[in-house]
């Protein structure tokens, strides 16, 4: 086992499901690329270690707000305008939601891994110790996902070229269910007049609710 994921666990221990705990043990490389094999179409069959060379840098946790005009950030670099997640001013994100884990992935196309074929996507994963926290997960699952995807203009694509827009990732693992099951959520067309043929990426939205049972042994 990795020596990172090793000093992980150990730090975690009995608290694994503390929010800091379990972002701290889920943030790490090779337990996202063990979520993006069972979760992610293009990554299926994938070995972890693979999987793994296609996540970019260092994942965001607990350090994007999710709250309207304060998930990314401007600055200048060069004399060039600069936008990018707002990961910088620890003050003003004081008390604020926050995504528990968001990071950029490169995504091979049709088995074809070749760097000309490989597509940016963002993933986002969220701990919750319980599927009802008291209100619907779903709708909140929903939100994010539409947050993601809504705060990509002039940080993933400028102007009108909804055409850059990336698809995104949303996977939610549930600790405490009473079974194991995994649902997935994705835009659907529906012809209802004519044959006419809206072009556009379906793929965009992708909520994934991961159902991570724990049981209690009856022994």
């Keep these: 086992m990795d020596t990172e994921i090793k000093n992980a666990v150990n730090a975690t221990g009995k608290e694994a ?19 993006l094999i069972k979760t992610v179409k293009e990554f299926k069959g994938m070995k972890p270690e693979d999987a793994m060379l296609y996540i970019e840098g260092k994942p965001y946790i607990s350090c994007v ?33 926050r995504f528990d884990i968001v990071f950029y992935v ?25 599927a009802a ?30 055409n850059d827009i990336k698809s995104v990732y949303s996977i939610w693992v549930c600790m405490n269910m009473d079974e194991d099951s995994m649902e997935q959520i994705s835009l659907k067309k529906k012809q209802i007049l004519g044959s006419y043929s809206w072009q556009g990426n379906m793929d965009m939205f992708n ?4 159902w991570s049972c724990k049981r209690t042994s009856k022994e």
Excluded: M, W
């Excluded at 490169?106 to 319980?130: C, F, M, R, T, Y």
């Excluded at 997960?137 to 993933?156: E, G, H, M, T």
């Excluded at 909520?207 to 991961?210: E, F, H």
């Design 65 to 97: 707000p999710l709250e309207p005009g304060l998930t990314n950030s401007v600055t200048e670099t060069d004399g060039k305008r600069v936008t990018g997640f707002n990961t910088e001013n620890s003050e003003i994100k004081e008390g604020l939601v």
């Design 207 to 210: 909520n994934s609710n991961d």
């Design 133 to 162: 926290p008291g209100y619907h997960l779903l709708n909140r699952a929903i939100f994010y996902v539409c947050r993601l995807i809504s705060s990509q203009k002039s940080r993933d694509f400028e102007n009108s070229n909804y």
């Design 17 to 35: 499901q503390y929010d800091e705990s379990a972002k701290r043990l889920l943030g790490q490389k090779i337990i996202l690329a063990h979520i």
């Design 106 to 130: 490169h995504i091979p196309q049709n088995g074809d891994s070749s760097e000309d074929s490989l597509v940016q996507i963002i993933v986002n994963i969220e701990a919750q110790k319980s």
